[in-house]
């Protein structure tokens, strides 16, 4: 790895497994320099394996660029580099002394809008490129939508190619207001912000620029290292969707039942009294255990063991929650859904619905409408739905689902369709 005076305090400190995560992604049209601006970010933060550095200085004089091409850094399949767009989803993976990144760097064509939505359902905060010669576009609007309708907490929006047109501030100003044009109507509550960069040549990405004095708050990667996301999950509304029931075959734990699963919102504590769903049962947490050691509480997005003080008959897709603070519970569905698949959504379809970890079959009862995303306009004369179309869509299951919307959480009020026949994944959903 490429000497940094950071890194080795980063990679050896003990603490380095309990460092703060922070997941994001990145969005916009086609040529922003989306690519370009997380090969810049990790070159920049010195977080590039020498070999990785290697491999892409050589694609980078194979295709005779001028610079080190750092769009090569993400773009992976065969597809990407011959054609210098991005295709798939590239995760990629890098720590600085203040957090742990996960980044999800998704298409901007169109056709790949599903990619977006799939690298974006669980980022912490979304980077939205807007090229400084183009201004705010049609696919801009679609991502930023996007962006609202996955409930993203914190937005940060980069105005690229600002060497393009002289770090011009009047230029950074205008696209800035214009932008907040549309998402004050998307998104009014949201954290949003605004850097001046370069991604080709690294202004205000790790180091602040020279060329932009006029503005004073702060590059990317200090906004990423700080922004505040420990309040990103719910911690009021207690939801623990039962994953494995652990029985161990042993003397020492002979009668030793737990319930393993991951908690999705509020807190859980030694002594808490809990409703089981479906059956209502009620009964008492006797203790939270993990590998190493019982805890006092326990919190989102940890993986716990509760044990309950009453012998209760609780399987995989049964939710534990407190007595006095119980979710909805229903048959009947509305959610916001972005299809992902070629063939289009019907009413009257009938697919697997996976929530949580509970899997169900539903049917489609309606199609309220299908959202133009650049106008927000509803529309309600529609039949089927196709690829990358977001609809309102009415669905019943079969058997009940315990959920909140999605605006309070996002992991209790999220699903997803699958195609029983094939098994693939056709459709996300935001529940309303």
């Known amino acids: 790895m490429i000497a940094h005076p950071h890194q080795e305090e980063v990679f050896?400190?003990?603490?380095?497994?309990e460092m703060e995560l922070l997941r994001f992604t990145t969005a916009g049209s086609?040529?922003?320099?989306?690519s370009t601006l997380i090969g810049r970010l990790l070159y920049d933060s010195k977080s590039?394996?020498?070999?990785?550095?290697?491999?892409?200085?050589?694609?980078?004089?194979k295709k005779g660029s001028e610079h080190i091409n750092l769009a090569l850094v993400t773009d992976g399949l065969r597809a990407e580099r011959e054609q210098g767009i991005t295709i798939d989803v590239a995760y990629r993976y890098f720590a600085t002394p203040h957090r742990k990144f996960i980044i999800a760097d998704t298409p901007g064509h169109i056709q790949y809008t599903r990619n977006m939505v799939?690298?974006?359902?669980?980022?912490?905060?979304?980077?939205?490129?807007?090229?400084?010669?183009n201004g705010v576009t049609e696919q801009t609007h679609r991502h930023a939508y996007i962006a609202s309708l996955l409930e993203i907490p914190h937005i940060i929006v980069c105005i690229n190619k600002m060497d393009l047109l002289d770090y011009k501030q009047e230029v950074f100003e205008m696209l800035k207001k214009d932008f907040q044009h549309f998402s004050d109507q998307v998104f009014p509550q949201k954290d949003v912000r605004f850097i001046p960069i370069s991604a080709l040549l690294g202004d205000n990405v790790v180091i602040p620029s020279e060329k932009t004095p006029w503005y004073k708050e702060g590059t990317l990667l200090h906004a990423l290292e700080t922004i505040p996301i420990l309040n990103d999950n719910n911690l009021t509304d207690g939801r623990f969707p039962v994953q494995y029931i652990i029985r161990p075959e042993s003397n020492e734990f002979h009668d030793y039942r737990g319930y393993a699963g991951r908690i999705s919102g509020g807190i859980f504590h030694n002594g808490d009294k809990v409703t089981v769903l479906p059956s209502h049962l009620t009964t008492e947490i006797t203790s939270v255990d993990t590998f190493n050691n019982p805890l006092e509480e326990a919190f989102p997005p940890m993986s716990v063991t509760l044990t309950l003080k009453d012998d209760i008959d609780i399987s995989r897709g049964e939710m534990i929650v407190p007595f006095n603070n119980l979710p909805i519970e229903s048959c009947d569905v509305t959610v916001m859904l972005c299809w992902l698949n070629q063939k289009p959504l019907r009413p009257d379809g009938r697919y697997l619905l996976r929530h949580t970890t509970r899997e169900v079959k539903c049917l489609v009862k309606t199609i309220q409408y299908v959202l133009n995303i650049n106008t927000l306009e509803k529309q309600t004369e529609i039949k089927s739905v196709t690829m990358n179309d977001i609809a309102c869509v009415e669905l019943r299951?079969?058997?009940?689902?315990?959920?909140?919307?999605?605006?309070?959480?996002?992991?209790?009020?999220?699903?997803?369709?699958i195609d029983e026949a094939t098994n693939e994944t056709v459709g996300a959903g935001m529940i309303r």
């Open 118 to 133: 799939t690298g974006a359902s669980t980022a912490n905060a979304a980077i939205i490129l807007i090229d400084a010669r």
């Open 397 to 417: 299951t079969t058997l009940p689902l315990f959920f909140d919307s999605y605006s309070s959480n996002r992991i209790t009020g999220s699903l997803i369709l």
């Open 30 to 34: 086609v040529d922003d320099g989306k």
């Open 12 to 17: 050896s400190s003990k603490s380095y497994l």
């Open 48 to 61: 590039l394996f020498q070999d990785q550095l290697d491999a892409v200085k050589k694609a980078s004089l």
